[in-house]
């Protein structure tokens, strides 16, 4: 890693995105991280849990980008989080930036995959593999959720109980996941 004057510019187009990636990855763990303190806030403990786990996830997926960087022996610049949103009025608003949020990040891994697969990297274009199935499963997760907010009609009771009964992580995917710059923390 390093630190110099003139950032990545000598990377290719695929390690650049993938730098960039580390971006949007701690972005996203900073932004679940407001999500989770509002509901917190607002004594909802089962959806704070929820969004300070995907936080820790969202870290986790920014470190697995640096152990390949650092593997492949890739110099390039850590960069630092853009702005989050932190001024919101319903568990709706919450649950509806999560899903965009997601879906963007979705697109950012297709990209990442065309370029290296345009660029002859397979094994970049294979790193990418995890992450493309599980923003599956995030936009999934972040539709239902949406979707249970929306029809619980304000109750937040039951969008707690059903957070606590059926959102519950079941670590399915952590044993074929990328290897962490550091020591996991989801």
Do not use: C
């Not at 679940?32 to 820790?56: G, H």
């Not at 649950?95 to 990040?105: D, I, P, Y």
């Not at 297709?110 to 274009?125: F, H």
Request: charge should be negative; hydrophobic fraction near 40%.
């Amino acid at each position: 890693m390093t630190s110099n004057k003139h950032g990545d510019s000598g990377l290719s187009k695929f390690y650049r995105l993938l730098v960039d990636q580390i971006r949007h990855e701690f972005t996203a763990s900073h932004q679940y991280v407001a999500v989770a303190a509002w509901f917190d806030d607002q004594d909802l403990p089962q959806l704070a849990k929820f969004f300070y786990q995907q936080s820790l996830e969202e870290r986790d997926h920014a470190m697995m980008i640096v152990r390949f960087l650092l593997d492949k022996e890739i110099d390039f610049t850590l960069p630092g989080v853009d702005a989050i949103e932190t001024d919101f009025s319903t568990p709706r608003d919450l649950a509806a930036l999560a899903l965009r949020n997601e879906r963007e990040v979705s697109d950012q891994f297709q990209l990442l995959a065309k370029v290296a697969r345009d660029e002859e990297n397979y094994t970049g274009e294979q790193f990418l593999q995890w992450f493309i199935q599980e923003q599956v499963e995030e936009v999934a997760t972040m539709s239902t959720l949406l979707n249970v907010i929306d029809r619980a009609d304000g109750n937040l009771f039951d969008v707690e109980t059903f957070v606590a009964r059926d959102m519950v992580s079941d670590d399915n995917g952590s044993q074929s996941a990328p290897s962490t710059a550091g020591p996991a923390t989801s």
